[in-house]
């Protein structure tokens, strides 16, 4: 059974950090790219990172870009995501995915809280 568990969320204030973690069991981890997407009430989920296994070539959203910065552990089958300059607009839910880079398969995270507020 394939699990994502998030951790890291919370609550802080404009100009702050964060660093979420994602633990994933059940798949051969170096066989799936590993992103982040984030859901804030009222919207659609967007993109807003993903890290590649060997080159570790890493895409960001515009709106992230410069202020988070998402890696890989493919020892421990962990992927993170720091978040730096934290605005109020980062303020939403953010999930781990999991997608399997031979066939279409992917798999979602429970879902980690960030709120952004003075």
């Known amino acids: 059974q394939v699990q994502l568990v998030e951790s890291g969320g919370g609550v802080v204030q404009p100009g702050g950090s964060l660093r979420l973690s994602c633990v994933a069991s059940g798949l051969t981890f170096s066989n799936y790219y590993m992103r982040w997407y984030r859901q804030a009430p009222g919207k659609e989920r967007e993109f807003v990172a993903r890290v590649i296994i060997g080159d570790g070539t890493t895409n960001y959203a515009d709106s992230v870009k410069g202020r988070f910065t998402i890696s890989r552990d493919n020892a421990k089958n962990t992927v993170s995501l720091q978040m730096n300059s934290l605005k109020p607009e980062d303020t939403a839910v953010y999930y781990c995915?999991?997608?399997?880079?031979?066939?279409?398969?992917?798999?979602w995270g429970q879902g980690t809280q960030v709120t952004v507020s003075s």
């Open positions: 995915n999991a997608q399997d880079m031979y066939v279409r398969r992917a798999y």
